[in-house]
């Protein structure tokens, strides 16, 4: 079955700095790659998503781009403000139980 | 559009004891989920179900816990008897279908606490 990782499990940035953060996947068949951000206490909320027929997407400050060779995929957050301190999951949408299967996340830490 | 609906928003019982809790999903949305998220992990399946029917209940443990969506709309789900390791936030979340990789609406969850 599908086998998400995620890394950092924790990045800290300075406020204005960009963040990064990358997942890897292990089933080939796999074709749409959502990340999810939690705010503490709160739900997980769709805020980027790629197919595989795309190798790169973007929404104004944050853009996600996908290598299907290495079968990798990254989240991009430029210009970093408070407000994106938050916990950020990756997942992969798996044909073989039609399941999403996640990371672990990154808490991700903008400092002032 | 009204979103995910999930009570309680908190749960305190002791252990051994038994708890449900209930989801009412975005409405039309066929596709429903409970997931567990223990503190500073992510997002666990537990049970999928496509109307009333389910498609994956593999991680779901299945000697205490339970759930069922009889109408195809809401949801419970039961843990009977409820262990210290179940501590952890239930989300229930929802989609249009299974099968398509469209997004997955999560409810506020449901913050259980096992003493």
């Known amino acids: 079955g599908e086998n998400v990782e995620q890394h950092p499990s924790t990045l800290s940035v300075q406020e204005g700095d960009s963040a990064v953060i990358k997942c890897t996947y292990s089933d080939s068949a796999s074709n749409y790659f959502p990340w999810y951000k939690q705010e503490l206490g709160k739900r997980p909320q769709l805020i980027i998503d790629i197919r595989s027929n795309v190798g790169e997407k973007k929404d104004q400050r944050i853009a996600v781009t996908l290598n299907k060779t290495a079968k990798h995929f990254s989240l991009h957050i430029t210009e970093t403000q408070p407000e994106d301190s938050a916990v950020y999951f990756c997942a992969a949408f798996s044909y073989s139980n039609y399941q999403l299967i996640w990371g672990a996340g990154t808490k991700l830490i903008i400092k002032p | 559009e009204a979103g995910v609906a999930q009570s309680p928003r908190y749960k305190i019982i002791e252990k051994r004891q038994s708890v449900a809790f209930w989801c009412n999903p975005i409405?039309?949305?066929?596709?429903l989920y409970w997931y567990q998220q223990i503190l500073g992990q992510g997002p666990k399946l537990l049970i999928q179900?496509?109307?009333?029917?389910?498609?994956?209940d593999s991680q779901l443990p299945k000697d205490r816990f339970s759930a069922e969506r009889l109408k195809g709309v809401d949801s419970t789900l039961k843990i009977q008897p409820a262990k210290l390791e179940d501590s952890a936030v239930y989300l229930c979340?929802?989609?249009?279908?299974?099968?398509?990789?469209?997004?997955?609406?999560f409810g506020p969850g449901t913050r259980l606490t096992v003493l």
């Open positions: 179900f496509q109307n009333n029917g389910v498609v994956d």
């Open positions: 979340a929802s989609s249009v279908e299974t099968g398509t990789t469209n997004e997955q609406f």
């Open positions: 409405s039309g949305h066929a596709t």
